[in-house]
């Protein structure tokens, strides 16, 4: 293990142990007060592109339970502009440096700006993170979610544990306290809210590809660590793409790697821009991807998106915007998963 792998994970075990216990005297009676909520944190120290997409549901929820309200997101890494650059309620975006250790100094900073700032509601987006904990707990507000695992609402609520949607829960639950009642709305879908120009731009760059006015069929055949198909499987399903759609277009988007697990056997789609990216997806009729931050880009352009699971779980982060679906692929074949794209296609 590298020394930097060590480092982190002393550092996780570390702050583990430091916030286990951080929200629990905030549990039980919620003391109501007449506060207007009208600033309000979302504390999700994270780099990764697919978190801060899947954070995208929770900022949407804020906003169309408090429209008039401001929101500071605590975040790490320099990609949140890029993704929320479309929301208008967004305030103020504190970024902690991707690598803490080797920038220490603004490390810190970002930290201490917490305490800047006076809130009416803090929330931490994601129950796992001792970050979002340890913020929460700083930041400066009468109310604060904390968003721990809650056994009621695992039981009342079948998808409960998706990362995108269990702050959203417990959210709703702490408000129902104040007598705000939210359990009839639908959850939101991830969203990164492409502009109609980014759109055309996006339908321009496919047709230029492709030229001809078939629909597209987009692959993305990269993925991290043990997410990764090989070649070999990857070229085996493109084949029974071609063979089962043959009035279709397959195109590929590539990783910022520049590789393709399929030879680069497909047209294909280079770019590092998040946004050209979405739009380019957003004008394919479905998107096919193993678990990975840009399948969660797809999902949040709203492209039905095809999510391939073999290690991670699907009940935690597989796509649900309408017409998408997951599939274990230590459970389905490809020819299963065929057939399965027949039904949307």
């Known amino acids: 293990m590298k020394v930097s792998k060590k480092v982190n994970a002393a550092r996780r075990s570390l702050m583990r142990g430091l916030t286990k216990n951080v929200g629990k005297s905030h549990a039980g009676a919620i003391v109501k007060r007449n506060i207007p909520i009208k600033k309000i944190l979302i504390s999700r120290p994270n780099h990764r592109l697919g978190n801060l997409l899947l954070l995208s549901p929770l900022v949407q929820e804020v906003i169309e339970t408090f429209p008039e309200a401001k929101i500071d997101l605590f975040v790490k890494g320099g990609i949140t502009p890029i993704i929320y650059k479309n929301y208008k309620n967004i305030d103020r975006i504190i970024q902690l440096p991707k690598k803490p250790f080797s920038s220490l100094f603004q490390y810190i900073k970002g930290w201490a700006t917490l305490k800047s700032r006076k809130y009416d509601l803090v929330i931490n987006a994601s129950y796992g993170s001792s970050s979002g ?14 968003g721990d695992t809650d056994e009621k609402l695992a039981t009342k609520f079948s998808d409960y544990r998706h990362a995108a ?16 009642d939210r359990s009839g709305s639908k959850i939101p879908d991830l969203d990164i809210k492409l502009s109609e120009a980014e759109i055309e731009e996006g339908k321009e760059k496919l047709n230029n590809l492709v030229k001809n006015d078939r629909k597209s069929i987009c692959l993305f055949t990269n993925a991290t660590g043990a997410k990764c198909y090989s070649e070999e499987w990857w070229n085996a399903f493109y084949e029974k793409l071609e063979t089962a759609f043959p009035n279709y277009n397959i195109v590929e988007l590539l990783p910022v790697e520049n590789i393709s697990k399929i030879n680069f056997s497909a047209p294909s789609f280079y770019s590092k821009d998040i946004r050209e990216m979405g739009g380019f997806i957003t004008n394919c009729e479905v998107f096919i991807a193993a678990d990975n931050g840009v399948m969660h880009l797809a999902s949040a352009v709203n492209t039905p998106t095809v999510g391939l699971f073999m290690v991670t779980e699907e009940e935690v982060y597989k796509p649900y915007n309408k017409g998408s679906f997951a599939v274990n692929t230590n459970e389905h074949s490809t020819d299963e998963i065929i057939n399965l794209l027949k039904q949307i296609l």
């Not at 959203?168 to 408000?175: A, K």
Request: hydrophobic share 35%; charged share 25%.
């Open 133 to 146: 904990k340890l913020s929460t707990s700083m930041a400066r507000s009468e109310y604060k979610v904390f």
């Open 165 to 180: 949607k269990n702050s959203i829960y417990s959210l709703r639950d702490f408000l129902s306290q104040l007598d705000i």
